[in-house]
């Protein structure tokens, strides 16, 4: 008799990210890790990346208080986050939480981080 094995297969989540969003996530990335963690960090950042032809096609300009950009040419970017990369920011969103460091700028993409 042989045995089906069950495919372990990690949980990946889709997160829905605004130009906003891209451009603040890295505010949620540990200052210091290790070097596992940095290496998700990387990862992340790869996939939320605001591509030179992205930037041109929405206008994005920096400005001294953030950017700017045309919202009606930006598109929502769907991202599938592996289940260690998912961790990492909810890790992240709870740490800002309990230490009460959540700014305004950033209550929409944590809670889409924290019910995803």
């Given at each position: 008799m042989v045995k089906k094995q069950?495919?372990?297969?990690?949980?990946?989540?889709?997160?829905?990210?605004?130009?906003?969003?891209?451009?603040?996530?890295?505010?949620?990335?540990?200052?210091?890790?290790?070097?596992?963690?940095?290496?998700?960090?990387?990862?992340?950042?790869?996939k939320v990346e605001i591509s030179q032809a992205e930037q041109k096609k929405?206008?994005?300009?920096?400005?001294?208080?953030?950017?700017?950009?045309?919202?009606?040419?930006?598109?929502?970017?769907?991202?599938?986050l592996t289940e260690t990369e998912l961790n990492l920011l909810k890790d992240q969103v709870?740490?800002?939480?309990t230490d009460k460091k959540i700014t305004q700028p950033l209550v929409e993409l944590c809670l889409k981080i924290k019910h995803a």
């Open positions: 069950k495919e372990t297969k990690s949980k990946e989540a889709k997160l829905a990210l605004t130009v906003r969003d891209r451009l603040l996530i890295g505010q949620l990335y540990p200052k210091e890790a290790g070097l596992t963690e940095q290496t998700v960090v990387r990862d992340i950042s790869r929405i206008g994005l300009k920096p400005m001294p208080q953030g950017f700017t950009w045309d919202e009606k040419k930006e598109k929502v970017l769907q991202v599938e709870t740490k800002l939480d």
